[in-house]
């Protein structure tokens, strides 16, 4: 007997590109049948009705920050993520063994995956100067560490060469050599030295060169206007050489960090009021308030660890990021009090069905659902995730196609972290961890996945 049998639904399998109305039947964690509308059907000590809603693998959230906070995960779960990367732009969890121990026995809302960070490899070698190079003896120690955090289960390396800019591009090369060699991916957050920095663009794409897999982290909240036509340009030239090149992207081109990070530094902000008045708290005294340059100031004084937004007012170039081939969705969701926070966290996988499915019609429904399941489930080496046939994860979730729609927006015009509407049904290892768009409390299906 099933477990669950899910009836009624309309099934997209972006593996075998079906797309059809049947049942899906999930036993003991996995997918146990999927069934076409004539056949008969297994018993099952619960049924679903789809109603006729979509029923599509979990989406894989490949550019997460979720791994200490379960609210977090929550909100990611609510859009129908079971499967969150993290450790991401060169931060991870400082001890990776505990930190997978700890999963092992308690759980989590969703399936979680760890890199091993650079940043963090630094400050475990010893080097606290983010200006700084590593000197022969740290790179030495960081390669040694990333090693042991492979064997541990890391995923992948990752960079974020905006917050540690003394990282020469040598350090970079010799540590994605050692993530090549152990078989793991490198994701990087690129250095940025200036507005529209290509060649920074160009130097994590020659990661590539040591033989590793590198996903560009998203790319939309890197470049904007001409300079993302040209940084696509740039990647389908790469990616025409054979170079193994994945890119994601979020819905937003209003990214958020700390606020005593060197992007918003003050030889751009003190300089230019209209700069400043691009930014709006995302955390703190000041949520949801656009800056002015006294808050500036105190903020980045008092506050470094506050989050700001930045809003280049320009969101139709997420779109554009999209019109790449094989651009992976991506939360980069971070951890924040209620009321407070960014909608990404909260709204990037409605808002993205919505407006390029269903509005500006720029993506097919099964090309959109590969893009947030089977391309990342690759990009990230799960074999049984992303997929809709019998033996894979009961990683689910159900969709009202009709009412499905992001709820969250900016701090200061309403809830950041308001789920969406529409998200009807969410298994996770064939757990049901939402039914009728409500959370049951207290379920955590998610395990770790080390590698
Ligand atoms: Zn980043």
């Known amino acids: 007997m099933l477990d669950y049998l899910i009836i009624n639904a309309r099934i997209i399998d972006p593996e075998s590109e079906s797309d059809f109305s049947g049942s899906l039947g999930i036993k003991a964690g996995k997918i146990d049948g999927v069934y076409r509308d004539y056949v008969a059907l297994p018993s099952a000590k619960e049924t679903i009705d789809a109603e006729t809603g979509i029923l599509v693998p979990g989406f894989i959230d490949i550019h997460?920050?979720?791994?200490?906070?379960?609210?977090?995960?929550?909100?990611?779960?609510?859009?129908?993520?079971?499967?969150?990367?993290?450790?991401?732009?060169?931060?991870?969890?400082?001890?990776?063994?505990?930190?997978?121990?700890?999963?092992?026995?308690d759980g989590y809302p969703v399936n979680q995956l760890e890199q091993a960070g650079h940043s963090i490899l630094r400050r475990m070698a010893g080097l606290f100067d983010i200006n700084a190079p590593a000197s022969v003896k740290q790179k030495e120690k960081m390669k040694l560490l990333a090693s042991q955090a492979f064997s541990c289960g890391a995923c992948g390396l990752s960079f974020g060469l905006e917050y540690d800019p003394g990282a020469s591009p040598e350090e970079v090369l010799e540590l994605s050599r050692v993530a090549a060699?152990?078989?793991?991916?490198?994701?990087?957050?690129?250095?940025?030295?200036?507005?529209?920095?290509?060649?920074?663009?160009?130097?994590?794409?020659?990661?590539?060169?040591?033989?590793?897999?590198?996903?560009?982290?998203?790319?939309?909240?890197?470049?904007?206007?001409?300079?993302?036509?040209?940084?696509?340009?740039?990647?389908?030239?790469?990616r025409e050489k054979g170079a193994n090149i994945w890119v994601d992207s979020g819905m937003y081109t209003a990214f958020a960090t700390f606020a005593g990070s060197p992007c918003f530094e003050e030889k751009i902000f003190l300089n230019d009021d209209a700069e400043t008045k691009k930014l709006r708290a995302a955390s703190g005294k000041y949520t949801g308030e656009i800056l002015?340059?006294?808050?500036?100031?105190?903020?980045?004084?008092?506050?470094?660890?506050?989050?700001?937004?930045?809003?280049?007012?320009?969101?139709?170039?997420?779109?554009?990021?999209?019109?790449?081939?094989?651009?992976?969705?991506?939360?980069?969701?971070?951890?924040y009090p209620a009321g407070q926070g960014h909608p990404q966290d909260a709204a990037t996988y409605p808002y993205f069905f919505r407006t390029l499915v269903k509005e500006k019609r720029q993506l097919s429904l099964l090309e959109a659902?590969?893009?947030?399941?089977?391309?990342?489930?690759?990009?990230?080496?799960?074999?049984?995730?992303?997929?809709?046939?019998?033996?894979?994860?009961?990683?689910?979730?159900?969709?009202?196609?009709?009412?499905?729609?992001?709820?969250?927006?900016?701090?200061?015009?309403?809830?950041?972290?308001?789920?969406?509407?529409?998200?009807?049904?969410?298994?996770?290892?064939?757990?049901?961890?939402?039914?009728?768009?409500?959370?049951?409390?207290?379920?955590?299906?998610?395990?770790?996945?080390k590698r």
């Open 64 to 105: 997460a920050h979720s791994e200490n906070n379960i609210p977090c995960a929550e909100k990611l779960l609510a859009m129908g993520v079971t499967t969150a990367v993290s450790g991401n732009c060169g931060y991870c969890a400082v001890d990776l063994r505990s930190f997978f121990a700890a999963f092992e026995k």
């Open 181 to 238: 060699d152990a078989g793991r991916f490198v994701s990087i957050h690129g250095r940025l030295r200036y507005l529209d920095d290509l060649d920074s663009l160009r130097e994590a794409l020659d990661i590539a060169e040591t033989g590793a897999q590198v996903i560009y982290s998203h790319l939309v909240y890197m470049y904007n206007g001409n300079a993302l036509k040209e940084a696509m340009r740039i990647i389908t030239e790469y």
């Open 292 to 335: 002015d340059r006294d808050k500036y100031i105190e903020i980045r004084a008092k506050y470094p660890e506050d989050r700001l937004i930045y809003d280049p007012g320009k969101n139709d170039d997420v779109f554009t990021a999209y019109s790449l081939p094989d651009v992976m969705v991506s939360t980069d969701c971070m951890e």
């Open 369 to 449: 659902v590969k893009r947030c399941t089977l391309l990342p489930a690759k990009a990230a080496g799960l074999e049984t995730k992303g997929r809709l046939s019998c033996g894979m994860c009961a990683d689910i979730a159900v969709l009202d196609w009709e009412r499905l729609r992001e709820n969250a927006t900016f701090p200061g015009k309403g809830d950041p972290g308001a789920p969406p509407s529409g998200v009807e049904h969410v298994f996770v290892n064939g757990v049901l961890s939402i039914k009728n768009e409500k959370r049951i409390p207290g379920v955590l299906a998610g395990f770790c996945i």
